[in-house]
């Protein structure tokens, strides 16, 4: 990993090269900015955890949500799923590769009053403005699911090196929250973290194809690290995968490399995502695509700040 | 469930029919026969070991064999997989479904004298006497591979039902040894386990195809239940995973529920299997297939009772 890359040939000048022509070698940079970008800022997390979340870049909180409201979230998850199979087509509807089972429905703050309501819930905001330091937007949501015995794997990558590069989001200013609407058990194929590791920006090898979302979002090739990196990054920094209840809630930073395993259990695995970004980290022109990806993936034209739902 | 099920067509008349015939319905049998089958009887197990094996139907030994043991097994674990990567055709190499990759290795103890001799290790031959109340013998070994980022499930099921019906295994008088040759962790796909699922046998739809080893030990589809049955089972009993670094050790009953999922992980999962039977449930006659499977699968003409090695 020490030939020097050269910068991709599309787009802007980026601080986080990536993309690279083939050919050329990965690259490990270091991050040059906060992961908590307010200090002692009063707010829903306290300063060990706040210290957790700079340190291994996310956050897990269990039963977040009381029973009652889970219950209501999964009835709303229940409709998304049956809007979306009855609009298999709609480019919102992401199928599985090989198989006509949805695997993730994007934008539902647009199709879903509860869930629109559910990302300005106070104490969401809250905590999304402790640890960005700002007002924030929505820049995707989305829901996951991983039914049981049929769920596929989520494939390792840093979410923050598809933002930026295909969606010009300009730094690490930006995280998940996942909603659990089901258990997280060590079984049903539950997010695994590389703690530590959005310290480090892994300059991925691979350019990036016109509308590469339509493949990208089934299983990702195209901005992924190689398999050495992942393997080098675990060996550093281990594995985690935080469980809970129907109704925990998971922060993790946008370039905390992740990924996630089938699930043959009967039980299914459902996250609800909702990705916060501060409103001056708004997107611009991408760093590494000829053409921004879809509204429904990122948010572009209706950057508003959120407000506390009442 | 109610239906009654026929006995399968072919083969002898079972105690645990299944292989029924399609439109048949599953039925839910009680163990009938014990699952430790010496009472208070010395030997390496402590009571209360004995009394969980009995309950939940397996046990975990965490760090059983010492480094030094586990780094010469791994030495001959890397021999045994270049001679199987050089010998794909060998019918004792079992490839992954779609690729080339070495999924299993058969008989491990006629190609390999150092696991020959562990199969014969005095302490797992004490614990293999001291479950199942009789001299024993090695029905089948192999080794599961489940290498980092590649590696695939396996489908749930319960040995015994193949055993029974393919091997003609007349009753559940035998349990399956697992060494594991690297670390298990929560993350790579370890064996997940339906604890006390081997008090209930459950009679599988589907009649048996001839040579039917030559697609299951790929990708199991006869002999295993349906969704409904396993997700039952896993609402009655939960599930576990027993974890451990390489040299654990993990004993379960043939009618142990079990299944695992596929590894994204860059951490192996390696597994060698002896399956010990005792002398008095030597296999006869398949109870539901035309013809036995082939001696590297089901040991039928080499039955000796094993020797404790010196």
Redesign the interface.
């Not at 990924?259 to 039980?267: A, C, K, Y």
């Given at each position: 990993m020490n030939a020097e890359p050269q910068p991709a040939r599309v787009g802007r000048t980026s601080p986080y090269p990536s993309r690279l022509p083939e050919g050329s070698s990965e690259r490990f940079l270091s991050r040059d900015v906060p992961t908590v970008w307010t200090e002692g800022a009063a707010g829903p997390l306290e300063a060990r955890e706040l210290a957790h979340f700079a340190k291994e870049g996310f956050h897990a909180s269990p039963s977040f949500f009381a029973p009652a409201d889970v219950a209501a979230m999964q009835i709303e998850l229940e409709a998304q799923l049956a809007w979306a199979r009855a609009n298999a087509d709609d480019p919102r509807v992401i199928l599985e590769p090989g198989s006509d089972a949805v695997r993730s429905i994007f934008a539902v703050h647009e199709t879903s009053e509860r869930f629109a309501g559910l990302a300005r819930d106070p104490r969401l905001l809250g905590l999304a403005r402790q640890i960005l330091g700002d007002e924030v937007y929505l820049h995707q949501t989305r829901l996951n699911l991983k039914p049981?015995?049929d769920g596929k794997?989520f494939?390792?990558h840093s979410d923050f090196e598809t933002w930026h590069h295909e969606d010009g989001m300009p730094t690490m200013r930006c995280f998940s929250c996942v909603v659990a609407l089901s258990e997280i058990?060590?079984?049903n194929?539950p997010v695994?973290f590389v703690p530590g590791s959005h310290q480090t920006f892994v300059s991925c090898v691979g350019e990036t194809p016109d509308a590469n979302h339509e493949r990208s979002l089934r299983a990702q090739t195209i901005g992924v690290p190689s398999?050495e990196a992942?393997?080098t990054l675990?060996?550093r920094h281990g594995?985690v995968?935080p469980k809970g209840p129907a109704g925990t809630v998971i922060l993790f930073d946008c370039n905390l490399m992740h990924?996630?395993?089938?699930?043959?259990?009967?039980?299914p695995r459902h996250h609800l995502f909702f990705v916060y970004n501060a409103m001056s980290n708004r997107v611009g022109p991408p760093y590494s695509a000829r053409h921004p990806r879809p509204e429904h993936i990122a948010t572009r034209t209706k950057i508003t700040p959120l407000i506390d739902a009442s």
């Open positions: 049981g015995f794997e494939w390792w058990t060590e079984h194929g695994m398999r992942i393997a675990v060996e594995l995968a990924g996630s395993g089938g699930n043959v259990t009967p039980l």
